[in-house]
Every structure is written in C-alpha cells, then in structure tokens.
C-alpha cells in the first residue's frame, strides 16, 4: 500500500478517512456540516486517555461546545444507553461522535437509535424484525476507532445486552452507519499488549467466521481472506514491537472484518458471547480462546475453505488441523491463554453458558448446525 502517513480515502460505502493524523480533520468536517455541539461516545478508559483528551481539546479550539458520555459498562447494557439519550435531551446536542473500540461505538450506535426512537430500545432488535421499526432520521453520526478489533465503526449495527437476563440483542439499520469514519493509526499506538492481543483476535474471528458462515456472499468471502492475510502479517508485531505499519494493517483488517461478518458469524461467536453477558469477560479475549475449539468443529465437511484460509496464512500444511494449530500458535506469541479455566471459567458456570450460547443470534449462520449438547461439549474441551 506505501507508506501510511498519508490519510487517504476510500467508500464502502462508508466514507473512511484513513491514515495518521486523519482524526485531526474531524473540527473542520463538524463545521462544514454545520454541526458545533457534539455528544461524544466513549467509555471511561478511552476518557481517561491523553488521546482522547487532545481531540476534547482541539474541538473546543475551534470554538465548538462538547458534551462527554462516557458511563458505559465494558460490555454495554440497555440502561448504558438510556442515561446517554438522557444526556442528549439534557445538554441541546446536534450531533454524535463515537469514539472507542467496540463498546464505546456501540453504545454510541445506540443512542443515536433512541433518540429519536422513544419505545423500549429492544423493540428494535433485528431478531425480532424490530429493524421496520427504525422509520425516523437519526442525527448525523461519526465514528473514530481506538482499537483494531471490532470495527463497529464502519458497521450498522449495535450490541447491547439486557441488564437483567444478560441476553444480548442487535440494533441493526442502515440508517446507524457513520456519516463518517475517521481511521487514524496513531490513536492505537498506545494501546497495551493485551487488549492489542484480544482486539485482533476479535478481528481474525470475525474475517474467519465470516469467510466460513453459510449465507453467499463471494464479495466478502474476498475481503475476509485479505483481512485474514494482513492480520497473520501484523498482530504479532502490533502486540509485541508495535510500529506504524503493523497498527495500520490491523486497523485495516479490523474494518475488513467488519464489512464481511454482515454474511454472519459462527460457532466462536456464539461461545464468546455468554462470557462476556455472563461473566464480563473481555469480548476479544472470549473470541481469542473459543476460536481453535469453535474452527476444529467446523473443519469436517468444510475442507475445501479450510484449504484456502491455511493457504492466505501460507502454512507448509493446507488443511484444517493446520489452521487450528496455528490459532493456537498464535494466542501463545501474542500472550492470549489457551483454556477457559485461565480465564476464570469454572465447570459450574458451564451449563447457563451453553443455554445462552444456544440461544445466541451468531451461530445460525454457522456452516453446519451447533446443537446445545454441541455448545457444552465445546465448554468442556476448552475448559
């Protein structure tokens, strides 16, 4: 691609500024659409962050007034979004600007949902059909990634789980993609080795599971294999000896990921999910665990693409027990653990993940079908 100091664009249909230094455009892009009082999105880390403070400071700089929501759990939940809707009403905003990895943009997503959609949020959920219900113009909206793992901010879609039953549901129209994304490099040079480690396994599981997940979609198919062959060339070195280009490729990749999973996810999603819900667990360290065990049990019967992931990840052995070994290879090189019970699983938790994992939207677009006994086996073994 060259040299990634360069903020280029591309559509997809997106608009995506991206390169170094592309978030500092974003005070002149509110200006020219007339917009001056964003509601920034973030959640409390991203807050905190000498980064993110910069971009607070430089908007005000420039003479616009800026609202921070930042009260968010770490894995989103419907209450999360009704205190920034409150927020909203509260301070006259007209704009949105999500900025963070994937709950941060999530949560962001959502509220852009509410507020100009009053009902309860879950009526929306697009696995109910609740998406014919998403009739109302939402405000303008901009995204701004600080992880490589998610890449919510090119998506249309929004994960939020109940408070109380910690089932997770999708708020999902075309009207919640960004006006807007502004891919910038640098805002994840600073990121620590593990959540590097997790986000880009996130990532990975998203560009692997789309490229497997049954719905036809050849466009993607091509898109997950190149953002599988950017991250085999780049996580290691972004986790360990971080420079400009491996951040850039994983950045890359992550979008990647994103625009391919609308043909659907998998197995590993639906295994990473409950542990998030249930026990809090980081999302992109759920995926990272799950995914040797969740691709082991699709490898039979779907050899051909198992052939074609181990050769994009150019292994001297072009077949399925070669990519599950190399996942397994690389959670060991970038610090991920290989066993649920590292994680703070314990066999009494196993039975409630496999009925939420059941019950999971992710795996019915899984290549072969997951039964519940499926999910508990799959537990077990990676316990």
Same mark, same amino acid.
């Given at each position: 691609?060259?040299?990634?100091?360069?903020?280029?664009?591309?559509?997809?249909?997106?608009? %995506?500024?991206? *390169? @170094? $230094?592309?978030?500092?455009?974003?005070?002149?892009? #509110?200006?020219? &659409?007339?917009?001056?009082?964003?509601?920034?999105?973030?959640?409390?880390?991203?807050?905190?962050?000498?980064?993110?403070?910069?971009?607070?400071?430089?908007?005000?700089?420039?003479?616009?007034?800026?609202?921070?929501?930042?009260?968010?759990?770490?894995?989103?939940?419907?209450?999360?979004?009704?205190?920034?809707?409150?927020?909203?009403?509260?301070?006259?905003?007209?704009?949105?600007?999500? %900025?963070?990895? *994937? @709950? $941060?943009?999530?949560?962001?997503?959502?509220?852009? #949902?509410?507020? &100009?959609?009053?009902?309860?949020?879950?009526?929306?959920?697009?696995?109910?059909?609740?998406?014919?219900?998403?009739?109302?113009?939402?405000?303008?909206?901009?995204?701004?990634?600080?992880?490589?793992?998610?890449?919510?901010?090119?998506?249309?879609?929004?994960?939020?789980?109940?408070?109380?039953?910690?089932?997770?549901?999708?708020?999902?129209?075309?009207?919640l993609m960004a006006k807007v994304v502004f891919a910038d490099p640098m805002l994840t040079m600073e990121l620590p080795p593990f959540i590097t480690a997790a986000t880009g396994m996130d990532a990975l599981t998203h560009n692997m599971e789309a490229f497997l997940a049954k719905n036809y979609h050849p466009m993607c198919d091509g898109i997950a294999l190149e953002g599988i062959r950017l991250i085999s060339q780049s996580l290691e070195k972004a986790t360990n000896s971080p420079d400009l280009e491996s951040r850039s490729q994983m950045l890359l990749a992550s979008m990647m990921g994103a625009i391919a999973f609308q043909k659907g996810l998998g197995v590993v999603h639906s295994l990473a999910h409950p542990l998030s819900s249930l026990?809090?667990?980081?999302?992109?360290?759920?995926?990272?665990?799950?995914?040797?065990?969740?691709?082991?049990?699709?490898?039979?019967?779907?050899?051909?693409?198992?052939?074609?992931?181990?050769?994009?990840?150019?292994?001297?052995?072009?077949?399925?027990?070669?990519?599950?070994?190399?996942?397994?290879?690389?959670?060991?090189?970038?610090?991920?653990?290989?066993?649920?019970?590292?994680?703070?699983?314990?066999?009494?938790?196993?039975?409630?993940?496999?009925?939420?994992?059941?019950?999971?939207?992710?795996?019915?677009?899984?290549?072969?079908?997951?039964?519940?006994?499926?999910?508990?086996?799959?537990?077990?073994?990676?316990?």
């Amino acid at each position: 691609m060259g040299t990634f100091d360069v903020v280029r664009q591309f559509n997809f249909p997106t608009i %995506i500024r991206f *390169g @170094a $230094g592309a978030v500092k455009e974003l005070p002149a892009y #509110l200006k020219s &659409n007339g917009l001056s009082k964003p509601l920034i999105v973030t959640d409390p880390n991203v807050a905190a962050l000498p980064f993110f403070k910069g971009i607070v400071e430089d908007l005000k700089a420039n003479g616009l007034s800026v609202e921070v929501f930042s009260d968010i759990h770490k894995n989103p939940v419907k209450s999360d979004v009704y205190k920034g809707v409150a927020m909203w009403d509260a301070t006259d905003r007209d704009s949105v600007v999500g %900025i963070g990895g *994937g @709950a $941060g943009l999530d949560v962001a997503r959502a509220v852009l #949902l509410g507020i &100009n959609h009053r009902e309860d949020l879950f009526k929306y959920d697009d696995l109910i059909g609740g998406d014919v219900y998403v009739t109302n113009d939402v405000p303008h909206f901009v995204t701004i990634p600080t992880t490589s793992g998610t890449g919510s901010e090119v998506g249309r879609s929004a994960i939020i789980a109940d408070d109380v039953t910690h089932q997770k549901k999708i708020l999902f129209s075309p009207k919640l993609m960004a006006k807007v994304v502004f891919a910038d490099p640098m805002l994840t040079m600073e990121l620590p080795p593990f959540i590097t480690a997790a986000t880009g396994m996130d990532a990975l599981t998203h560009n692997m599971e789309a490229f497997l997940a049954k719905n036809y979609h050849p466009m993607c198919d091509g898109i997950a294999l190149e953002g599988i062959r950017l991250i085999s060339q780049s996580l290691e070195k972004a986790t360990n000896s971080p420079d400009l280009e491996s951040r850039s490729q994983m950045l890359l990749a992550s979008m990647m990921g994103a625009i391919a999973f609308q043909k659907g996810l998998g197995v590993v999603h639906s295994l990473a999910h409950p542990l998030s819900s249930l026990l809090d667990t980081h999302h992109g360290l759920a995926n990272a665990v799950n995914i040797p065990y969740g691709m082991k049990f699709n490898i039979a019967g779907f050899e051909d693409k198992f052939k074609r992931i181990a050769a994009t990840l150019e292994l001297p052995q072009q077949n399925g027990e070669a990519v599950v070994q190399y996942l397994f290879d690389l959670n060991t090189k970038v610090g991920i653990p290989h066993r649920l019970r590292d994680i703070n699983v314990k066999e009494e938790h196993l039975e409630e993940l496999a009925d939420l994992a059941f019950a999971d939207f992710a795996h019915p677009n899984n290549p072969k079908p997951v039964s519940r006994a499926d999910f508990r086996a799959l537990y077990g073994e990676a316990l």
